[in-house]
């Protein structure tokens, strides 16, 4: 089976620029989370998506935001962006099954703000 | 809120010696508790998970970990360190098995032949 897959792997964009980043979640997995993970720092939680609906949202401005759809793979959006959102960005998916608590995650998305 | 302080940003370890990576954590409930591996340029890899069932966790690759509520500590340990260990080491807590998971700020395992 193949695991929680990313894409793009690396991205540089410009300040101000837009981006679009994807996962798709392990087959089966109803839930996908995104995290925000600086240099140097562990992994921040941004969101939760279950059954496409949000299920939680960390401390970031509303330039973040992100949607699951119908086959359960989630895209993160992030507008205007600034230098400091340069970061692996990671996604997780679980399948909510009762004790089989935890999270996988995905190899993540590179993104470099210039 | 729930947090988690691991002690030490880098720990190195001669191959062969014992592995000890500490962790502790707050928590208003029972936590969930996790420690994760990351290899460089790689996503998070879940060693072990503890979720009440037992105090003494066994995970991935020989490591595992023990929940002492009376100290809020979730240490992870290996009795013998190998090359290939050399990675950074996240310990994590969550509310609930589904609740979003807040991580520390790391652990970097040097490993020394």
């Known amino acids: 089976d193949a695991g929680v897959t990313q894409s793009p792997t690396h991205l540089i964009k410009t300040r101000g620029q837009h981006v679009t980043l994807r996962c798709s979640p392990i087959?089966?997995?109803?839930?996908v989370s995104w995290y925000q993970q600086v240099l140097g720092q562990g992994p921040q939680f941004i969101f939760q998506?279950?059954?496409?609906?949000?299920?939680g949202r960390g401390n970031f401005p509303d330039r973040f935001s992100a949607r699951q759809f119908p086959n359960y793979s989630s895209e993160l959006n992030v507008n205007a962006l600034l230098l400091g959102d340069s970061a692996l960005y990671l996604c997780?998916?679980?399948?909510?099954?009762?004790?089989?608590?935890?999270?996988?995650f995905g190899s993540g998305t590179r993104l470099t703000v210039v | 809120a729930q947090s988690v302080t691991q002690l030490g940003s880098h720990v190195s370890v001669s191959e062969g010696a014992l592995v000890l990576l500490r962790c502790n954590y707050s928590?208003?409930?029972?936590?969930?508790l996790f420690w994760y591996v990351q290899y460089p340029n790689q996503g998070l890899q879940l060693l072990l998970k503890?979720?009440?069932?037992?105090?003494l966790v066994k995970g991935i690759n020989g490591f595992e970990a023990e929940f002492k509520k009376s100290e809020t500590s979730f240490h992870l340990t290996k009795p013998s360190a190998h090359m290939s260990d050399a990675a950074e080491y996240f310990c994590?807590?969550?509310?609930?098995?589904?609740?979003?998971?807040?991580f520390g700020t790391g652990t970097k395992l040097q490993v020394i032949p």
């Open positions: 503890y979720t009440s069932a037992a105090t």
């Open positions: 087959s089966g997995h109803k839930s």
């Open positions: 994590a807590v969550s509310k609930g098995g589904y609740q979003k998971v807040t």
């Open positions: 928590s208003s409930v029972p936590p969930y």
């Open positions: 997780a998916s679980s399948d909510y099954q009762p004790g089989n608590y935890g999270y996988t």
């Open positions: 998506y279950y059954e496409k609906e949000e299920r």
